[in-house]
């Protein structure tokens, strides 16, 4: 029997790509967790939580309590845990194989990386952040922009780190 080409991690059998789906979203839970030490310093650090949860519950971010915003937060990190999940599977098959993170390729690790931080950033800066009303977008989108931006780095520098951890031997 030939053996099969040598193919990226956590594309093959269904339990495999389970678990590394699996392990995905618990590294955005520990990275959106990392996240909030550089939002809980900035002034309007956990706005896009709010909001977000005001855009799901149909009310005001005023309206929102603080475990609603969490929830929507750490959920979030889950998401863009799965959505680096499907990334890093889209990219490994087309890259070449590089040096190793853990148990991940380091380029398709890298770009799926990214790709999930000019996500996350994109959609609260562009897509929630003007759903916030005319005080927030218009007075200081800029510097809410730029905590979120430093935000997401923080979300993506722990990916970085925790997902070669937590799938090494995989």
């Known amino acids: 029997m030939p053996t099969p080409p040598p193919g990226p991690v956590f594309v093959g059998a269904l339990g495999e790509t389970l678990t590394f789906v699996g392990l995905s979203a618990v590294s955005g839970l520990v990275a959106a967790a990392a996240m909030t030490v550089p939002m809980a310093t900035q002034e309007d650090g956990y706005t896009p939580a709010y909001i977000a949860a005001a855009a799901l519950r149909r009310t005001t971010p005023d309206d929102v309590s603080t475990v609603a915003a969490r929830l929507v937060h750490y959920g979030a990190g889950v998401l863009s845990g799965v959505l680096y999940a499907v990334a890093y599977a889209a ?17 398709p690790h890298a770009l799926a990386t990214a790709a999930v931080v000019g996500f996350v950033y994109v ?12 005080s927030v977008h218009e007075e200081r989108s800029t510097a809410v922009r730029g905590q979120w931006l430093r935000s997401s780095l923080v979300f993506g520098a722990t990916l970085v780190v925790v997902l070669p951890l937590v799938t090494w031997g995989l």
């Open 91 to 107: 990219l490994s098959p087309v890259l070449p194989a590089t040096a190793s993170a853990g148990s991940l390729d380091a380029l």
């Open 123 to 134: 959609f609260f800066a562009h897509v929630v952040l003007p759903r916030a009303g005319a």
